[in-house]
């Protein structure tokens, strides 16, 4: 009897223990609510006996299967969780009647777990501390990966932890998915919570309140960008509370494995070995004391303003963290145009950070210079190398591959977009926001400074769309999509 290519049981009992995790979630943010005396629970009430429910469901549709799972049964688990927790994540706005429309209610939740950051919501300050603290949870959640959080307590077994791990982690290399992932698992993630809590309790000694400390800490390390307030991290007016966020808004955008090589190994050696991390540092850098130069001469500013401004913007476009302290469309125009390409690039692999990823930008370069000393010496051998060691082939294929995606993407997102009735500019700026999960605009009509409450409700749904396929890296949210997926051979 041949074995089946997809056994539903064992996906229904993987996605009910991750849906479970969820309900535990709007818990805690229910038990939020209550610390805060909110006028009414109903909304998280509600939710929590949604999710439980259909948690407990799926989990005993599953409770015969084993504890292992294949590789296209972890695509499926990763693409179906991420969708499955966004749809749930919408009870609470619409319940408590933030969002008006199921449209909105998707985005705002999409935006959350992917870490976007972008909003539709009209009067973030007016919300409640449930629904701000819902809001930052999902991001803090969704920032290292939703499957890759519960791989510390889910029980799968061995190559079925390998398979969830590069699944929803494409970005990482396969050096880093050995048999003992739980334990790798375990050790980032401690890593991730000692960020946020060194960044909350930073940010709460800079003059935050403690609720504001939490969120806005959930938000940087997981570079996301949601805040408690419409103006964000601008409602402080604070210099030192804005140097506190670059510096972890960066480490957020910084290869999470490459902080727990250097936590384990008690050493920064591995910083300046690392060719992703120099790359990063020297673009956000660079295109930093570039603006820098730029506002102090055509905007005006004196010089300690022009930097810390140049800075924290580029630092947070890179990592994609979404937060502003300056509207950058009144830069000088070719400035904005390094700042979209920051935008492009992103952050570190295996990071929290959206966009193309530094790594790959980094072999493109060096696949194209050595591709020039190719036409020069066609018998030449000449691989391309990453860390001193040389990538491969199939290494160079997948991120020209990825690459074609990824553009391909934001032009059609854009078109459709336009015949959404988005204006042009606006369109072509969104698609890239959304496809690199960054919560900034770089619009006119949906500018850093207007807000997405007016997007059509159509358009949410693509740009939903567009978030969950840029989070996942494209080929995951595609690759169930198509004929050979399954296909026995």
């Known amino acids: 009897m041949k074995k089946k290519l997809i056994n539903p049981q064992a996906l229904c009992k993987v996605l009910g223990q991750l849906v479970l995790i969820e309900a535990f979630m709007m818990l805690v943010c229910l038990i939020v609510g209550i610390i805060y005396d909110e006028p009414t629970h109903v909304p998280f009430i509600v939710a929590l006996i949604i999710t439980a429910t259909v948690g407990i ?10 504890d292992t799972i294949n590789r296209r049964e972890a695509y499926l688990v990763v693409g ?26 998707l985005f705002e939740a999409m935006s959350g777990f992917t870490a976007t950051g972008a909003s539709v919501l009209p009067d973030v300050d007016s919300l409640p501390h449930s629904i701000l603290f819902w809001r930052s949870f999902m991001h803090w959640i969704g920032g290292l990966g939703i499957v ?75 570079t996301g960008g949601f805040s408690t307030h419409a103006n964000g991290i601008l409602y402080y007016n604070s210099t030192l509370l804005q140097y506190i966020m670059i510096i972890f808004m960066f480490l957020g955008g910084t290869n ?41 001469l055509h905007n005006g500013y004196d010089l300690e303003r022009s930097v810390r401004t140049a800075l924290f913007n580029c630092v947070s476009i890179s990592s994609t ?50 591709q020039f000393k ?24 997948n991120v020209m591959s990825l690459l074609f995606w990824f553009l ?34 770089f619009g006119h009509t949906y500018g850093p400074t207007q807000g997405l409450a007016n997007l059509p409700e159509a358009a949410k749904w693509v740009c939903s769309f567009l978030m969950l396929a840029g989070r996942l890296e494209i080929f995951a949210i595609l690759l169930p999509f198509t004929m050979s997926f399954w296909r026995r051979q």
């Open 57 to 66: 469901v799926l989990k005993l549709m599953g409770i015969k299967s084993g």
């Open 80 to 105: 179906l969780t991420w969708v499955i927790f966004s749809l749930l994540g919408t009870i609470p706005f619409l319940i408590d009647g933030q969002c008006s429309t199921f449209g909105s209610a």
């Open 148 to 222: 890759f959080f519960t791989m510390t307590i889910l029980p799968v077994s061995g190559s079925g932890e390998i398979r969830l791990f590069a699944a929803e982690s494409t970005g990482l290399g396969q050096e880093k998915l050995h048999t003992k992932i739980k334990t790798t698992a375990a050790w980032i993630w401690s890593i991730y919570i000692v960020l946020t809590l060194a960044c909350a309790v930073s940010l709460y000694a800079g003059g935050m309140t403690l609720f504001d400390s939490v969120n806005h800490a959930m938000s940087a390390v997981a």
């Open 256 to 296: 999470f494995y490459l902080l727990y090589t250097m936590g384990t190994r008690r050493t920064l050696k591995p910083l300046h070995k690392n060719s992703e991390f120099k790359f990063y540092t020297v673009t956000v850098l660079g295109i930093s004391l570039i603006c820098a130069v730029s506002l102090f």
């Open 321 to 370: 963290s979404g937060f502003i302290i300056d509207d950058y469309q009144q830069w000088f125009h070719p400035t904005c145009m390094l700042l979209m390409l920051l935008m492009f690039i992103g952050g570190s692999s295996g990071s929290t950070s959206g966009g193309f990823k530094s790594i790959r930008m980094h072999i493109i370069i060096k696949t194209t210079r050595q």
């Open 374 to 397: 190719r036409i020069l010496h066609p018998n030449a051998i000449l691989p391309v190398q990453v860390n001193k060691a040389p990538i491969g082939a199939s290494a160079e294929q």
């Open 408 to 441: 391909f993407m934001i032009v059609i997102g854009a078109a459709i977009l336009m015949l959404i009735g988005v204006p042009g500019y606006d369109s072509c700026a969104l698609s890239l926001d959304c496809i690199s999960n960054i919560g900034t605009n």
